[in-house]
C-alpha cells in the first residue's frame, strides 16, 4: 500500500490530513504551494486536472474530490479503525447520507452564503436578495445538524467516524468565515468543540 498526498495546510486538503492522521496510515506528504502556483504545473495537473488540493495517489491511482478521498480511505483503512461503519452495515448508509449532505448541500448553501458577503469575494459580486436566501437555507440546514445530533454524540451514532471529521472541519472554518452565530445550536456547538479537542484536528490546525 502506498499513499502520496498533496497538501496544502489550511485549505480543503486540512480534512484529508486529519483523516490520514487518525487512521495512522504512513503516507508520503507533498507539499503545494498554492500562492507560488504548484498546483497549476503540468506534473501536478497530469494527476488532478483542476489543480487543486487534495489530491492523492493511492497505489498509482490518482484521486481529487476530498469527499472521494474520504470514503475510499474510510472503506480501505477506517472499518478496522473503528472509523467508518463496515460496508453494507446500516450506519454505512448513513456515513454516507451525512457525508454527501455536508459536502454537497451544507457547503454549497454556506458557499452561496459567502460569495454573496464575504470579504473573499469581491464586493461587485454581492447581491443582498441572494444572502438573504442563502442565510435562510444555511439556518435551517445548521438547525438539520443540530437536530441530528440531539442524543446522539456523532452523526452515526457512539463513535466519531471520518464523516464527523470532514464536516466538522469544513463547518469550524466556514462558520467563523462566514461570521455566523451557532450559540443557540447546543448539540452542534457541542459537537464542534468535541472534534477541536482531537490531537490531529489540533495539530492540522496548527499548520502552516
Ligand atoms: N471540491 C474540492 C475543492 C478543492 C479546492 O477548492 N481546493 C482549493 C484549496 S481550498 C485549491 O486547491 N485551490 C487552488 C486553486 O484553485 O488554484 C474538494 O473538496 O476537494
Known amino acids: 500500500m502506498s499513499i502520496t498526498f498533496y497538501y496544502s495546510?489550511?485549505?480543503?486538503?486540512?480534512?484529508?490530513?486529519v483523516s490520514l492522521a487518525e487512521l495512522d496510515i504512513p503516507c508520503e506528504i507533498v507539499r503545494v504551494d498554492l500562492r507560488a502556483g504548484d498546483q497549476k504545473?503540468?506534473?501536478?495537473?497530469?494527476?488532478?486536472?483542476?489543480?487543486?488540493?487534495?489530491t492523492v495517489v493511492i497505489d498509482g491511482t490518482p484521486m481529487f474530490e476530498s469527499v472521494a478521498i474520504q470514503i475510499a480511505l474510510?472503506?480501505?483503512?477506517?472499518?478496522?479503525?473503528g472509523l467508518?461503519?463496515?460496508?453494507?452495515?446500516?450506519?454505512?448508509?448513513?456515513?454516507?447520507?451525512?457525508?454527501?449532505?455536508?459536502?454537497?448541500?451544507?457547503?454549497?448553501?454556506?458557499?452561496?452564503?459567502?460569495?454573496?458577503?464575504?470579504e473573499y469575494f469581491p464586493k461587485e459580486m454581492h447581491n443582498e436578495k441572494?444572502?438573504?436566501?442563502?442565510?435562510?437555507?444555511?439556518?435551517?440546514?445548521?438547525?438539520?445538524?443540530?437536530?441530528?445530533?440531539?442524543?446522539?454524540?456523532?452523526l452515526t451514532g457512539e463513535r466519531c467516524t471520518l464523516v464527523d471529521l470532514d464536516l466538522a472541519s469544513m463547518l469550524g472554518w466556514g462558520l467563523m468565515a462566514a461570521k455566523i452565530d451557532i450559540a443557540e445550536l447546543k448539540n452542534l456547538k457541542g459537537w464542534l468543540g468535541r472534534i477541536a479537542e482531537r490531537p490531529a484536528v489540533k495539530a492540522a490546525m496548527a499548520e502552516t
Open 130 to 154: 441572494q444572502a438573504e436566501q442563502a442565510l435562510t437555507e444555511m439556518r435551517d440546514l445548521l438547525r438539520i445538524l443540530d437536530g441530528r445530533l440531539d442524543g446522539r454524540p456523532y
Open 41 to 54: 504545473k503540468p506534473d501536478f495537473l497530469a494527476l488532478n486536472p483542476n489543480g487543486k488540493v487534495p
Open 84 to 118: 467508518w461503519p463496515a460496508p453494507g452495515s446500516p450506519e454505512q448508509l448513513t456515513a454516507l447520507t451525512w457525508l454527501v449532505w455536508g459536502q454537497v448541500t451544507l457547503t454549497g448553501t454556506l458557499f452561496r452564503y459567502m460569495g454573496n458577503t464575504s
Open 9 to 17: 495546510p489550511q485549505s480543503s486538503a486540512g480534512r484529508i490530513r
Open 74 to 81: 474510510g472503506e480501505r483503512y477506517g472499518v478496522q479503525k
